[in-house]
Nanobody, 130 residues
């Protein structure tokens, strides 16, 4: 079992930066791929970024097109934490951000759809003002 707790969301001006954190509780966290999703009001939840189980410079990562070059996902398995560094934020990035774990041990593939993930956090609100 894995429990996920996100933090770091807040109100920020357009062009600003935020770093979201997701603390994982569970002994198997370090072996699972992780992802970040977001859900804006009136919209479906969408994939933002994902990372394979290894992390580090050789870790497999992926992003939705609209955040490439602005967002960076990383993980510190020693601290049981995954991060989402968000730079050059835009009003359209406003959403509740969720982290998720995929119960696929030692997998480098992180998954890009909700159905591929098994554990979810409660979400953290990010609001970008124009």
């Amino acid at each position: 079992q894995v429990q996920l707790v996100e933090s770091g969301g807040r109100l920020v001006q357009a062009g600003g930066s935020l770093r979201l954190s997701c603390a994982a509780f569970g002994r198997t966290f370090s072996t699972y791929p992780m992802g970040w999703f977001r859900q804006a009001p009136g919209k479906e939840r969408e994939f933002v970024a994902g990372i394979g189980w290894t992390g580090g410079p050789d870790g497999n990562t992926g992003y939705r097109d609209s955040v490439k070059g602005r967002f960076t996902i990383s993980r510190d398995n020693a601290k049981n934490t995954v991060y989402l560094q968000m730079n050059s934020l835009k009003p359209e990035d406003t959403a509740v951000y969720y982290c998720a774990a995929r119960r696929s041990q030692f997998s480098t593939w992180y998954g890009t759809s909700e159905s591929e993930y098994d554990y979810w956090g409660q979400g953290t609100q990010v609001t970008v003002s124009s």
